[in-house]
């Protein structure tokens, strides 16, 4: 049986496979080539990541397709209903890029907190001429200790980056529509565990509490975050989105940081990926990064070995 990997797959993932007797291709095909390839080769499984659409027109030409993968949690590249109407088996690994997305939304979060997404940009232009200058122009940082974390959707990876936060000595407030409360647990090197408990509480209490603020909630109608979320926030408040481009109005967003009321924010996902809008790419305000929020090698890993166990189970 062959499977597709089209947006490619960690060498665990493809090593377990093989073990169990699939064979795996991973060459990139063309979305407008896929149906072509799938029947030509007789593909029984397709995996994807966020690269590659599976919408009805593929489900419904390629009938030699019994499960379709995503590598990573949201899956609003695949029609997944469509999908299970007709009998596929629809797959994702949820809980393996948790971690991986909860470190990139910190190392956004420390980089604007101490400008380093500036101070990177202008070192190398201005180091040599212009140290003095560049020195008191970035040293009005702040510590993340002691301030509070709001996350808007609490599920694994809201979760996971709540720990993160927790870890460094944040308060945590967060908001989910399905979730009364969560329990948290850190486990350290050697060891120990802490556990927390945390209640979730409205969104429009974790906008006014925020100092800064992530986005951990799928693909939907209309904004999370507009120009009414935007201006309920504290001042100066900082924003990450790592979720899904078109959550955060990035026009409202841009307008909230010329005036102020925002001081900085990040983004890993946009509105209109792959080509993101240039005044979003050249605004300094910004840290910005290509939708690589799952892009660690033990994410992939994670990922690979999971979504082969789940098609073993269905198919073997």
């Known amino acids: 049986?062959?499977?597709?990997?089209?947006?490619?797959?960690?060498?665990?993932?493809?090593d377990a496979l093989e073990?169990?007797?699939?064979?795996?291709?991973?060459?990139?095909?063309?979305?407008?080539?896929?149906?072509?390839?799938?029947?030509?080769?007789?593909?029984?499984?397709?995996?994807?990541?966020?690269?590659?659409?599976?919408?009805?027109?593929?489900?419904?030409?390629?009938?030699s397709l019994k499960i379709i993968g995503r590598g990573g949690v949201g899956m609003d590249n695949i029609d997944v209903e469509y999908a299970r109407e007709k009998g596929l088996k629809v797959i994702n690994t949820p809980a393996a890029s948790s971690h991986s997305v909860a470190e990139l939304v910190f190392g956004h979060l420390?980089?604007?907190?101490?400008?380093?997404?500036?101070?990177?940009?202008?070192?190398?232009?201005?180091?040599?001429?212009?140290?003095?200058?560049?020195?008191?122009a970035y040293a009005k940082g702040t510590e993340l200790k002691g301030k509070t974390l709001g996350v808007l959707g609490f599920g694994r990876i809201g979760q996971a980056t709540a720990k993160v936060a927790l870890g460094a000595g944040m308060k945590v407030v967060a908001f989910d529509?399905?979730?009364?409360?969560?329990?948290?647990?850190?486990?350290?090197?050697?060891?120990?565990?802490v556990s927390f408990e945390i209640k979730t509480i409205s969104k429009e209490d974790v906008l006014k509490q925020a100092d800064f603020l992530t986005l951990h909630v799928p693909a939907q109608d209309g904004y999370v975050i507009g120009e009414a979320e935007l201006n309920s926030m504290k001042d100066g408040a900082i924003i990450v989105n790592a979720a899904?481009?078109?959550?955060?109005?990035?026009?409202?967003?841009?307008?909230?940081?010329?005036?102020?009321?925002?001081?900085?924010?990040?983004?890993?996902?946009?509105?209109?990926?792959?080509?993101?809008?240039?005044?979003?790419?050249?605004?300094?305000?910004?840290?910005?990064?290509?939708?690589t929020?799952?892009?660690?090698?033990?994410?992939?890993?994670?990922?690979?070995?999971?979504?082969?166990?789940?098609?073993?189970?269905?198919?073997?």
């Not at 049986?1 to 493809?14: F, R, W």
């Open 293 to 316: 929020g799952a892009a660690t090698n033990e994410a992939q890993d994670r990922i690979g070995t999971e979504l082969a166990q789940q098609i073993a189970s269905i198919l073997l």
């Open 177 to 193: 529509p399905f979730l009364d409360k969560a329990d948290l647990e850190l486990e350290f090197f050697d060891g120990q565990k």
């Open 19 to 63: 073990k169990d007797g699939f064979e795996v291709i991973t060459t990139t095909v063309a979305q407008e080539q896929l149906i072509n390839y799938i029947n030509e080769n007789q593909v029984v499984v397709l995996l994807v990541r966020s690269a590659t659409t599976v919408r009805k027109d593929l489900i419904d030409a390629c009938p």
């Open 1 to 14: 049986m062959k499977v597709l990997a089209n947006d490619g797959i960690s060498k665990s993932g493809i």
């Open 244 to 291: 899904r481009g078109g959550v955060v109005d990035e026009i409202a967003l841009v307008k909230a940081i010329e005036s102020g009321k925002i001081s900085r924010a990040a983004l890993d996902v946009f509105e209109k990926e792959p080509q993101p809008e240039m005044g979003l790419l050249m605004n300094p305000s910004l840290s910005l990064t290509p939708h």
């Open 110 to 136: 420390y980089g604007l907190a101490r400008f380093l997404h500036n101070s990177n940009r202008d070192m190398p232009l201005e180091g040599d001429k212009n140290f003095k200058g560049l020195k008191k």
